[in-house]
């Protein structure tokens, strides 16, 4: 199956910055999204992305596929985007990358 | 809010149980998925369901059964757990296999 890889695996920042998460996949993929788990659990859509470059708010996604890597653009962040970022890349079935789990303190 | 409803949201049984959980989504979406997830781990696929079929079973023990009985509802019934299935179980469907899926606030199952 696909292989994922994020990074980084642990993040800081200070209310306010902005930051930028990475994606690594193994192989062709046919869709991949971008989910965030809030430290309740909840598994929450952020982007269906298979290729290009999308916005919502304060966040963007951009999707290299022939390249096999997507990015995630966190800008001003707040307290509320804390929790673990997972990116979920669609093959035979959508396989999970292990995640950054981003700390952002007031 | 989430379309994607499950029940309960936590559930303690001792090992000798047999417990139910229930998925449901009314958003009219054909594909149907149970996900397991550990504490610090990513969701791990357990079942799929397309068009009410079991259409993958991702060599799940046979103490956990699925069921579809409508294009609606996704249940996994559960007997004779053991402690390290102590997890998060979230439930996700999307239109059909292979698009967007929408996840459940899962159920938070503890084994004694």
């Known amino acids: 199956g696909i292989q994922v890889e994020q990074s980084p695996p642990d993040l800081i920042l200070q209310e306010g910055a902005n930051s930028t998460l990475r994606c690594n996949f193994s192989d062709s993929v046919n869709n991949l999204q971008w989910f965030h788990q809030n430290p309740w659990g909840q598994l929450i859509n952020l982007f269906y992305?298979?290729?290009g470059t999308k916005q919502n708010g304060r966040l963007s996604a951009t999707t290299v596929a022939t390249e096999r890597y997507s990015l995630l653009y966190i800008s001003s962040s707040q307290t509320t985007d804390s929790g673990v970022y997972f990116c979920a890349p669609k093959g035979n079935m959508l396989t999970f990358g292990g995640g950054t789990r981003l700390m952002v303190k007031p | 809010d989430t379309e994607v409803t499950q029940t309960p949201k936590h559930l303690v049984m001792g090992m000798t149980n047999k417990k139910s959980l229930k998925c449901e989504q009314h958003?009219?979406?054909?594909?149907m998925y149970w996900y397991k997830q550990k504490a610090k781990k990513p969701p791990e696929l357990m079942f799929v369901?397309?068009?009410?079929?079991?259409?993958i079973n991702e060599s799940v023990p046979s103490r956990f059964s699925p069921e579809c009985p409508n294009s609606s509802l996704l249940n996994l019934h559960l007997h004779a757990l053991q402690p390290e299935d102590s997890a998060l179980y979230l439930c996700a469907s999307s239109p059909r296999t292979g698009q967007p899926q929408h996840f459940g606030d899962g159920t938070r199952l503890s084994i004694l």
């Open positions: 369901y397309s068009y009410e079929k079991l259409s």
């Open positions: 958003m009219g979406h054909r594909a």
């Open positions: 992305i298979p290729s």
